[in-house]
């Protein structure tokens, strides 16, 4: 179904408040910072060695990291794995019977087509499934 660990995120309040903790625990600086308008977020990229690590703020109220905070305070947020083909992924969840967030694939940061699996059907975990958008 998946092929590999991309990325982990993580909500937090600030970018520029966790960036020197994150520097201390990966010993690596931020080498990305995007904003995604459609989601309200501002994502900052961390190499972790095996793993990327993304920082993620809200920039609007009504973000979705925005109300995870509210709720959760700030912390892990979603697990992402790389797939070949999203539709297909999609379409075989589907099949499955998991709920996913978006009938279509959306346009995350860096580079990728991205799709949330709803985390009641998943063990509380949000998992987002990515592709990167070949040109
Ligand atoms: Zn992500």
Do not use: W
């Not at 990325?7 to 600030?14: D, F, Q």
């Not at 459609?38 to 609007?60: I, M, P």
């Amino acid at each position: 179904m998946f092929d590999k660990l991309e990325h982990i995120g993580i909500a937090v309040k600030s970018i520029t408040d966790s960036d020197p903790l994150f520097q201390i625990l990966l010993g690596s600086t931020c080498y990305k910072v995007e904003e995604v308008e459609s989601e309200g977020v501002k994502t900052a990229f961390y190499d972790g060695n095996n793993v990327k690590l993304e920082l993620l703020e809200a920039t609007t109220e009504d973000s979705p990291i925005s109300k995870f905070i509210a709720k959760r305070g700030e912390g892990l947020h979603h697990i992402a794995f790389e797939v070949d083909d999203i539709e297909k992924r999609m379409e075989e969840l589907k099949s499955k019977g998991f709920r996913l967030l978006n009938e279509k694939p959306k346009k995350g940061a860096d580079n990728k087509l991205i799709c949330f699996i709803h985390p009641k059907d998943t063990n509380g975990i949000l998992i987002e499934m990515c592709q990167t958008i070949r040109e």
